[in-house]
């Protein structure tokens, strides 16, 4: 019985392995197909504001692909896919020279700073460096207002030649953030040894900000270790304006979360920054 039950199990991991790659499979191939005819990716626009005084400093790019068969696929999951079969090169550099194009666009009631996400095989594509200075020259976007977000995986994965790309695009004028801090394989060398202008604190250390005393201690070691270091922080994931308030006294620079704006198509953002609600400057 215990044999029966035992293969049985075998059976059911089998065929949900099946399935994943099944999925995976699906996903490639539509993925695929959607950067051949720019079909079904979009950005939306999530506002970035000034803990001070609550000003429009910029906006993250966060990856949104809704596919017929598919429905909406997490931008987490369409990343991990295109890591694997290679398509991250071609769909970074869209979400890249798309995010560059929109906030150009922003550009004419004062500076905006728009900022990017990118994955490890990006960092480690030699041509990185090169394509990204084209397509702000083709675009039309100074450096300073591109910020590119790299999370403390993406940094292990490319510690010797990441660096040297990482140091040429710091000199440039981009600047370098690393997301999601303290969940990662967090190596206090990099700080030292990379030209990173922004800490941005995860989700996970705000959720359950200001009653839970670790998430508190957290916080206020990951402000001090920034800002003695002269970096700015962000805090992601802000939804509450107890967190907000919590963050603030301790000196968060800027506020990102659902507590000010969702993530948003780029025609809404354009809207919202033509209405002029937002008082805004990098
Ligand atoms: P991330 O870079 O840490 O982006 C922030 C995520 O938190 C976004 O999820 C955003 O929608 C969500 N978020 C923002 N404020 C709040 C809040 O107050 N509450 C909650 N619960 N969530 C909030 P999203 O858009 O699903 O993206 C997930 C992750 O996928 C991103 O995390 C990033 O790692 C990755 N990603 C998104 N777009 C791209 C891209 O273009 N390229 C790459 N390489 N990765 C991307
Ligand atoms: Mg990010
Ligand atoms: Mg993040
Ligand atoms: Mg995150």
Redesign the pocket.
């Known amino acids: 019985r215990a044999k029966e039950m035992g293969k049985n199990r075998c059976v059911r991991f089998d065929a949900s392995m099946n399935q994943a790659v099944v999925r995976r499979q699906a996903i490639e191939h539509a993925l695929r197909a959607a950067l051949q005819q720019g079909e079904g990716l979009a950005?939306?626009y999530?506002p970035l504001f000034a803990a001070s005084d609550r000003t429009l400093v910029g906006a993250?790019?966060?990856?949104?692909w809704s596919h017929a068969e598919l429905g909406n696929v997490?931008?987490?999951e369409a990343?991990m896919v295109a890591e694997d079969c290679g398509l991250?090169v071609p769909?970074?550099y869209w979400?890249m020279r798309t995010?560059c194009r929109d906030a150009a666009q922003w550009q004419a009631g004062g500076p905006l700073r728009v900022s990017?996400?990118?994955?490890a095989r990006?960092l480690g594509d030699p041509q990185f460096l090169e394509r990204v200075m084209d397509i702000l020259r083709e675009e039309g976007l100074p450096a300073h207002l591109l910020e590119i977000?790299l999370?403390e995986t993406v940094l292990m994965d490319n510690m010797e030649a990441g660096a040297h790309t990482l140091h040429r695009l710091s000199q440039l004028g981009i600047h370098l953030a690393i997301?999601?801090f303290g969940t990662g394989y967090s190596s206090l060398a990099y700080l030292r040894q990379l030209p990173m202008r922004r800490l941005?604190i995860?989700?996970s250390f705000v959720k359950d900000l200001p009653g839970q005393e670790h998430s508190r201690t957290i916080v206020t070691a990951i402000v001090a270790l920034a800002h003695g270091l002269g970096l700015q922080i962000t805090a992601?994931?802000?939804?509450t304006p107890e967190q907000a308030d919590y963050l603030v006294r301790q000196g968060c620079d800027v506020l990102?979360?659902?507590?000010f704006a969702?993530?948003m198509p780029v025609g809404e953002f354009q809207a919202q920054l033509q209405e002029g609600t937002a008082r805004r400057g990098v």
Do not use: F, W
Not at 60 to 64: F, G, H, P, Q, T
Not at 256 to 259: E, I, V
């Open positions: 950005l939306h999530q993250e790019a966060l990856l949104r997490s931008p987490l990343v991250i769909l970074g979400v995010a990017v996400n990118i994955s990006q977000e999370t997301d999601d941005k995860d989700r992601e994931g802000v939804e990102q979360g659902y507590l969702r993530p």
